[in-house]
T-cell receptor, first 112, second 113 residues
Framework: ETGVTQTPRHLVMGMTNKKSLKCEQH?????MYWYKQSAKKPLELMFV???????ENNSVPSRFSPECPNSSHLFLHLHTLQPEDSALYLC???????????FGEGSRLTVL | AQSVTQLGSHVSVSEGALVLLRCNYS??????LFWYVQYPNQGLQLLLK??????LVKGINGFEAEFKKSETSFHLTKPSAHMSDAAEYFC???????????FGTGTRLQVTL
């Protein structure tokens, strides 16, 4: 139990589907992150939220749409994805301005 | 700018043997350094971190790492490998807040009987 819970753990979707990934943290943190982990590549930071406000978007395609309704919840809405978007999506949290990330167990996404 | 290089994408050791996973970093300012472990089908778990205090850092599961500024290295070691150590290990460097964490490409550790 890491204190960061991601659902679903596995998701298969077609290119025309709309789905969402959910992340919830129980650590009292106020910064949340989405990372993409693909085979043979370093972890890629996608989005950062501090106190519910998006503070970083690392040139992520608009088919990925994040939402952070409060400091404990983070969503990643997925729409018209491509097969190359298949990856493990990791959510993490930290104290705002902190230096240590706490990761969830990830959501394995397969786009057919 | 900061970067981290992990030498060897795969390392195989026998159970009971020394584990050595290499990490070199590049940073224009004194860095914070981290090692994370990822077991199959799980997220990343912090093993240990260097935050400018002691240069020899002890972590969980018997792992430790030594910060060597002159060599810009932060290699991870464990005296005696256990089968349960089989996982992927990521080195990361940080020179600001957590959003500036830069990860290496990872080293997969295999432990054989």
């Amino acid at each position: 139990e890491t204190g960061v819970t991601q659902t679903p753990r596995h998701l298969v979707m077609g290119m025309t589907n709309k789905k969402s990934l959910k992340c919830e943290q129980h650590l009292g943190h106020n910064a949340m992150y989405w990372y993409k982990q693909s085979a043979k590549k370093p972890l890629e930071l996608m989005f950062v939220y501090n106190f519910k406000e998006q503070t970083e978007n690392n040139s992520v395609p608009s088919r990925f749409s994040p939402e952070c309704p409060n400091s404990s919840h983070l969503f990643l809405h997925l729409h018209t994805l491509q097969p190359e978007d298949s990856a493990l999506y990791l959510c993490a949290s930290s104290q705002a301005g902190g230096r240590e990330l706490f990761f969830g167990e990830g959501s394995r996404l397969t786009v057919l | 700018a900061q970067s981290v290089t992990q030498l060897g994408s795969h390392v195989s050791v026998s159970e009971g043997a020394l584990v050595l996973l290499r990490c070199n970093y590049s940073s224009s300012v004194p860095p914070y350094l981290f090692w994370y472990v990822q077991y199959p089908n799980q997220g990343l778990q912090l093993l240990l971190k260097y935050t400018s205090a002691a240069t020899l850092v002890k972590g969980i599961n018997g792992f430790e790492a030594e910060f060597k500024k002159s060599e810009t290295s932060f290699h991870l070691t464990k005296p005696s490998a256990h089968m349960s150590d089989a996982a992927e290990y990521f080195c990361a460097v940080l020179t600001g807040t957590a959003s500036k964490l830069t990860f290496g490409t990872g080293t997969r550790l295999q432990v054989t009987l």
